[in-house]
């Protein structure tokens, strides 16, 4: 943790400020658990009433609010993103120690920029390029000929396979692959037989990678994550994804080979999508859903249904196998009706 002010932060974010500048925060906390150290927000006006009730010696508001507020403000038109710009000064990244742990393995051939931190019993094979500041966490292995840009950071058992690429500024959580085989294989007769995969995964910079999520190596081209991506855990990228800057990616979402995702796309957790299929700028999909087609414009797509009590959805799910059935026969009433409304007219006309 480190010590700031009330000034110091509006300084360092280009926001303004009211009250006491010279108030000291050391750490975050909620408005009702705040204390006279605590940097706190508030963006919902529908909880002004913990607003009024804090203790917190900074609290972070929409102008419109700022008169509420009975401690120091900074004020923000987006509190919820100032307040993480603050609390990233205040809660600053662990630095490296500059050492190579006497447990790890360092192949001579590769490269190391300045004040590279190397964990316990990490590896770093040969040909492997890493820029200033890079921090290779405990246990966490580096293929030949990987790639990581300045200031990025392997939190502890990230595995980085063979040639890829990791950008600056990326932060990869505990038990991230990436660049294991894609998923190719070839059928003859039953038979599979397996397709290399000889392309690389090509992270930006800015990118984060949640814990166990897998991001394959491509096929034959590259599986490219675009500047600014976001994905959480137990995500799966297929080979030949290509995902557009800063879009991101909720939990237990599997994207299959070969799908294009657009920039600053929001795709919610467990949704299921489609190889081959291309996605456009600025989609958003809510949780569960599967896509199994393109999305060539950008708003808001589900699929799926609500729970529901288990006797009304085996109702509700025997009812579905007999929609055929039903539209069919509602085609024929359909038609009777038309026909006997043809055979009125006929006749009031004679």
Request: glycine content about 14%; proline content about 5%.
């Amino acid at each position: 943790m480190a010590q700031t002010t009330l000034e110091g932060l509006a300084n360092a974010l280009g926001l303004t400020f009211r009250g006491d500048g010279s108030v000291i925060v050391d750490h975050v906390a909620s408005l009702g658990d705040a204390d006279p150290r605590s940097l706190s927000f508030l963006a919902d006006p529908k909880h002004r009433k913990h607003l009024e009730q804090t203790r917190a010696g900074i609290v972070v508001l929409h102008p419109d609010m700022a008169d509420s507020s009975p401690v120091p403000v900074l004020l923000s038109k987006n509190p919820h993103y100032a307040f993480a710009r603050a609390a990233s000064i205040v809660h600053p990244p662990p630095d490296g120690d500059g050492q190579v742990h006497p447990t790890a393995w360092v192949h001579p051939e590769a490269r190391l920029g300045r004040n590279v931190s190397i964990g316990p019993h990490a590896s770093v094979d040969a040909g492997c390029r890493l820029a200033d500041d890079v921090i290779v966490g405990p246990g966490s292995i580096l293929g030949k000929g990987v790639q990581v840009g300045r200031g990025s950071r392997l939190v502890a058992r990230v595995t980085v396979w063979d040639g890829c690429i990791i950008g600056q500024r990326c932060l990869l959580h505990p038990g991230a692959v990436i660049g294991a085989d894609g998923f190719g294989y070839a059928n003859d007769e039953g038979r599979w037989s397996k397709v290399p995969q000889v392309g690389v995964v090509r992270l930006g910079n800015d990118v984060d990678v949640g814990c166990n999520t897998t991001i394959d190596r491509g096929a034959i081209g590259d599986t490219l994550i675009g500047n600014g991506v976001k994905l959480d855990n137990l995500v799966q990228i297929g080979h030949n994804v290509e995902i557009g800057e800063h879009t991101i990616v909720v939990a237990c979402s599997g994207i299959a080979g070969s799908t294009r995702i657009g920039r600053h796309c929001a795709i919610g957790g467990a949704v299921g999508m489609a190889g081959h299929i291309s996605i456009a700028d600025g989609v958003q999909i809510t949780g569960m859903t599967q896509v199994t087609k393109s999305l060539n414009e950008p708003g808001l797509y589900s699929s799926g249904t609500g729970v529901e009590p288990n006797r009304q959805w085996r109702r509700n799910a025997a009812r579905f196998h007999q929609l055929d059935a039903m539209a069919k026969r509602l085609r024929q009433l359909e038609q009777q009706l038309a026909a006997r409304g043809d055979e009125q007219r006929d006749s009031s006309e004679s």
